[in-house]
Protein backbone atom coordinates (compact mmCIF):
# COMPACT_ATOMS: atom_id res chain seq x y z
CA UNK A 1 0.00 0.00 0.00
CA UNK A 2 2.97 2.38 -0.01
CA UNK A 3 2.05 4.08 -3.60
CA UNK A 4 -1.62 4.63 -1.77
CA UNK A 5 -0.04 6.70 1.59
CA UNK A 6 2.37 8.37 -0.94
CA UNK A 7 -0.12 10.10 -2.97
CA UNK A 8 -2.16 10.48 0.59
CA UNK A 9 0.30 13.20 1.05
CA UNK A 10 -0.87 15.50 -1.80
CA UNK A 11 -4.68 15.32 -0.46
CA UNK A 12 -3.89 17.08 2.91
CA UNK A 13 -1.57 19.70 1.83
CA UNK A 14 -3.61 21.86 0.61
CA UNK A 15 -4.67 25.85 1.12
CA UNK A 16 -7.67 26.74 3.44
CA UNK A 17 -10.39 28.78 1.01
CA UNK A 18 -10.44 32.54 0.63
CA UNK A 19 -11.22 34.11 3.51
CA UNK A 20 -15.22 35.36 3.12
CA UNK A 21 -16.15 38.68 4.56
CA UNK A 22 -19.42 37.82 5.27
CA UNK A 23 -20.55 37.25 8.77
CA UNK A 24 -21.74 34.32 10.10
CA UNK A 25 -25.70 34.24 10.10
CA UNK A 26 -28.08 32.56 12.37
CA UNK A 27 -31.20 30.44 11.44
CA UNK A 28 -33.48 29.78 13.78
CA UNK A 29 -32.76 29.88 17.26
CA UNK A 30 -29.81 27.63 16.96
CA UNK A 31 -28.45 26.73 13.51
CA UNK A 32 -25.14 28.99 12.58
CA UNK A 33 -24.88 29.67 8.78
CA UNK A 34 -20.45 30.29 8.13
CA UNK A 35 -18.78 30.64 5.14
CA UNK A 36 -16.27 27.67 4.00
CA UNK A 37 -13.14 30.13 5.55
CA UNK A 38 -10.66 29.09 7.77
CA UNK A 39 -12.45 30.43 10.53
CA UNK A 40 -16.10 29.05 9.62
CA UNK A 41 -14.15 25.62 9.39
CA UNK A 42 -12.76 25.70 13.19
CA UNK A 43 -16.23 26.81 13.98
CA UNK A 44 -17.77 24.05 12.10
CA UNK A 45 -14.80 21.37 14.09
CA UNK A 46 -15.54 23.00 17.50
CA UNK A 47 -19.59 21.96 16.78
CA UNK A 48 -18.28 18.34 15.95
CA UNK A 49 -16.33 18.17 19.11
CA UNK A 50 -18.94 19.09 20.96
CA UNK A 51 -21.42 16.26 19.87
CA UNK A 52 -23.48 18.59 17.21
CA UNK A 53 -24.02 17.93 13.45
CA UNK A 54 -23.00 20.39 10.98
CA UNK A 55 -23.95 20.61 7.27
CA UNK A 56 -21.35 20.75 4.80
CA UNK A 57 -21.01 20.64 0.67
CA UNK A 58 -19.30 17.19 -0.96
CA UNK A 59 -18.97 16.13 -4.47
CA UNK A 60 -22.38 15.13 -4.50
CA UNK A 61 -24.96 16.39 -2.51
CA UNK A 62 -24.61 18.40 1.05
CA UNK A 63 -23.70 15.55 3.73
CA UNK A 64 -24.26 15.52 7.40
CA UNK A 65 -21.32 15.62 9.71
CA UNK A 66 -20.71 14.22 13.42
CA UNK A 67 -18.44 12.31 14.92
CA UNK A 68 -19.03 8.85 14.31
CA UNK A 69 -16.45 7.63 17.34
CA UNK A 70 -19.16 9.95 19.30
CA UNK A 71 -22.31 7.19 19.93
CA UNK A 72 -24.11 10.35 21.29
CA UNK A 73 -23.73 12.14 18.27
CA UNK A 74 -24.43 9.22 16.15
CA UNK A 75 -27.92 9.00 18.09
CA UNK A 76 -28.26 12.70 16.84
CA UNK A 77 -27.80 12.42 13.58
CA UNK A 78 -29.81 9.54 13.13
CA UNK A 79 -32.62 11.54 15.39
CA UNK A 80 -31.91 14.63 13.39
CA UNK A 81 -32.63 12.73 9.66
CA UNK A 82 -35.39 10.23 10.64
CA UNK A 83 -33.16 7.51 9.50
CA UNK A 84 -34.02 3.97 10.64
CA UNK A 85 -31.59 1.99 12.25
CA UNK A 86 -31.55 -0.72 9.22
CA UNK A 87 -29.51 1.88 7.17
CA UNK A 88 -25.79 2.57 7.63
CA UNK A 89 -24.16 5.69 7.25
CA UNK A 90 -21.32 6.23 5.04
CA UNK A 91 -17.49 8.14 6.51
CA UNK A 92 -15.47 10.47 4.91
CA UNK A 93 -11.64 10.51 5.70
CA UNK A 94 -9.06 12.67 4.19
CA UNK A 95 -6.15 10.21 4.41
CA UNK A 96 -5.99 6.64 3.20
CA UNK A 97 -4.38 5.99 6.86
CA UNK A 98 -7.18 7.29 8.56
CA UNK A 99 -8.82 3.55 7.80
CA UNK A 100 -6.30 2.15 10.54
CA UNK A 101 -8.82 2.86 13.01
CA UNK A 102 -12.25 2.27 11.14
CA UNK A 103 -11.26 -1.12 9.53
CA UNK A 104 -10.55 -4.73 10.46
CA UNK A 105 -8.05 -4.84 7.20
CA UNK A 106 -7.80 -3.61 3.48
CA UNK A 107 -8.72 -6.16 1.08
CA UNK A 108 -5.80 -6.50 -1.28
CA UNK A 109 -8.45 -6.34 -4.03
CA UNK A 110 -9.43 -2.90 -3.12
CA UNK A 111 -5.89 -1.08 -3.56
CA UNK A 112 -6.36 -0.43 -7.68
CA UNK A 113 -9.82 1.19 -6.67
CA UNK A 114 -8.14 3.24 -4.09
CA UNK A 115 -5.23 3.98 -6.50
CA UNK A 116 -7.37 5.23 -9.28
CA UNK A 117 -10.67 6.78 -7.32
CA UNK A 118 -9.58 7.97 -4.67
CA UNK A 119 -9.95 11.25 -3.67
CA UNK A 120 -13.70 10.52 -5.94
CA UNK A 121 -17.13 9.47 -5.22
CA UNK A 122 -16.27 5.84 -4.57
CA UNK A 123 -17.17 4.48 -1.23
CA UNK A 124 -15.80 1.05 -0.52
CA UNK A 125 -17.09 -1.43 2.57
CA UNK A 126 -14.89 -2.92 4.61
CA UNK A 127 -15.34 -5.00 7.74
CA UNK A 128 -15.76 -2.86 10.49
CA UNK A 129 -13.27 -2.28 13.36
CA UNK A 130 -14.32 -2.78 17.12
CA UNK A 131 -14.94 0.37 18.62
CA UNK A 132 -17.23 1.86 16.09
CA UNK A 133 -20.89 2.74 17.62
CA UNK A 134 -22.64 -0.47 16.15
CA UNK A 135 -25.78 2.08 14.87
CA UNK A 136 -23.55 3.60 12.16
CA UNK A 137 -23.30 -0.41 10.83
CA UNK A 138 -27.06 -0.45 10.09
CA UNK A 139 -26.52 -4.57 11.79
CA UNK A 140 -23.93 -5.18 8.72
CA UNK A 141 -20.97 -5.49 10.59
CA UNK A 142 -19.53 -3.41 7.70
CA UNK A 143 -19.00 -0.06 7.77
CA UNK A 144 -18.53 2.44 3.71
CA UNK A 145 -15.55 5.18 3.32
CA UNK A 146 -14.35 7.55 0.63
CA UNK A 147 -12.10 10.02 0.34
CA UNK A 148 -14.29 13.41 -1.05
CA UNK A 149 -12.30 15.66 -4.14
CA UNK A 150 -14.44 18.51 -2.87
CA UNK A 151 -12.06 21.28 -1.02
CA UNK A 152 -14.67 22.58 1.25
CA UNK A 153 -15.33 18.25 2.80
CA UNK A 154 -11.62 17.93 2.39
CA UNK A 155 -10.14 20.84 4.30
CA UNK A 156 -13.38 19.70 7.10
CA UNK A 157 -12.00 16.39 7.82
CA UNK A 158 -8.37 17.41 7.50
CA UNK A 159 -9.30 20.68 10.02
CA UNK A 160 -10.93 18.06 12.46
CA UNK A 161 -8.10 15.42 12.61
CA UNK A 162 -9.75 12.43 11.63
CA UNK A 163 -13.07 10.30 10.19
CA UNK A 164 -16.54 12.56 9.89
CA UNK A 165 -19.93 10.83 8.95
CA UNK A 166 -20.99 12.21 5.44
CA UNK A 167 -24.90 11.01 4.90
CA UNK A 168 -26.73 12.83 2.86
CA UNK A 169 -28.54 16.04 4.27
CA UNK A 170 -32.02 15.26 3.77
CA UNK A 171 -35.20 13.71 6.15
CA UNK A 172 -35.33 10.36 5.47
CA UNK A 173 -37.55 10.21 2.01
CA UNK A 174 -36.64 13.13 0.77
CA UNK A 175 -34.28 14.77 -1.88
CA UNK A 176 -31.00 15.22 -0.81
CA UNK A 177 -30.22 18.82 -0.87
CA UNK A 178 -27.63 20.86 -3.14
CA UNK A 179 -27.21 23.74 -1.59
CA UNK A 180 -26.86 25.60 2.09
CA UNK A 181 -30.36 26.87 1.68
CA UNK A 182 -32.32 23.69 0.71
CA UNK A 183 -30.48 22.25 4.04
CA UNK A 184 -32.10 25.05 6.01
CA UNK A 185 -35.39 24.58 4.23
CA UNK A 186 -35.63 20.64 5.49
CA UNK A 187 -34.11 21.04 8.83
CA UNK A 188 -33.72 24.55 10.33
CA UNK A 189 -32.92 24.90 13.79
CA UNK A 190 -32.24 21.37 14.27
CA UNK A 191 -28.85 21.40 13.02
CA UNK A 192 -26.16 23.39 14.82
CA UNK A 193 -23.75 24.89 12.15
CA UNK A 194 -23.90 24.57 7.94
CA UNK A 195 -20.96 25.38 5.76
CA UNK A 196 -22.26 27.44 3.04
CA UNK A 197 -20.02 25.88 -0.56
CA UNK A 198 -22.04 26.82 -2.53
CA UNK A 199 -23.92 24.42 -5.28
CA UNK A 200 -22.56 21.00 -5.37
CA UNK A 201 -23.44 19.02 -8.31
CA UNK A 202 -26.52 16.87 -7.22
CA UNK A 203 -25.88 14.71 -10.41
CA UNK A 204 -26.29 11.47 -7.80
CA UNK A 205 -24.80 9.93 -5.05
CA UNK A 206 -21.04 8.20 -4.57
CA UNK A 207 -20.89 4.67 -6.02
CA UNK A 208 -20.76 1.66 -3.22
CA UNK A 209 -18.85 -1.14 -3.90
CA UNK A 210 -18.76 -4.19 -1.42
CA UNK A 211 -16.39 -7.25 -1.15
CA UNK A 212 -17.76 -10.54 -0.03
CA UNK A 213 -15.88 -13.36 -0.45
CA UNK A 214 -13.61 -12.60 -3.00
CA UNK A 215 -16.53 -10.98 -5.46
CA UNK A 216 -16.95 -7.70 -5.95
CA UNK A 217 -20.34 -6.08 -5.72
CA UNK A 218 -22.20 -3.05 -6.77
CA UNK A 219 -24.51 -2.57 -3.66
CA UNK A 220 -25.36 1.35 -5.05
CA UNK A 221 -24.91 2.93 -8.76
CA UNK A 222 -24.01 6.09 -8.57
CA UNK A 223 -21.10 9.24 -10.27
CA UNK A 224 -18.49 6.67 -10.60
CA UNK A 225 -19.34 4.32 -13.78
CA UNK A 226 -19.41 0.46 -12.87
CA UNK A 227 -17.70 -0.24 -16.37
CA UNK A 228 -14.84 1.41 -15.04
CA UNK A 229 -14.37 -0.31 -11.71
CA UNK A 230 -14.52 -3.57 -13.56
CA UNK A 231 -12.07 -2.15 -15.60
CA UNK A 232 -9.60 -1.02 -12.98
CA UNK A 233 -10.19 -4.47 -10.98
CA UNK A 234 -10.05 -7.20 -13.31
CA UNK A 235 -6.41 -6.76 -14.98
CA UNK A 236 -4.85 -7.05 -11.83
CA UNK A 237 -5.98 -10.81 -11.58
CA UNK A 238 -7.66 -10.53 -8.35
CA UNK A 239 -11.06 -12.34 -6.94
CA UNK A 240 -13.73 -12.33 -9.39
CA UNK A 241 -16.15 -9.64 -10.24
CA UNK A 242 -19.99 -9.87 -10.38
CA UNK A 243 -22.51 -8.36 -13.06
Not at 175 to 198: C, K, Y
Amino acid sequence: MTGIWRKSLLIINVKWPVRSKKRPRHLGSNCLLVAPSAKGLRQAVDVVRNGGVVAFPTETYYGLAVDPHNARAVDSLFQVKGRGDEKPILLLIVDPRDLRSLVQEVPEQYEALMAKFWPGPLTLVFPAAAGIPSRLLGGTGTVGVRISPHLVARNFCHAFGGPLTATSANLSGQTPARTAQEVAQQFGSRLDLIIDGGETSGESGSTVIGLKEGHLQLIRPGRVEYSLIRECFRPAGRGHVDD
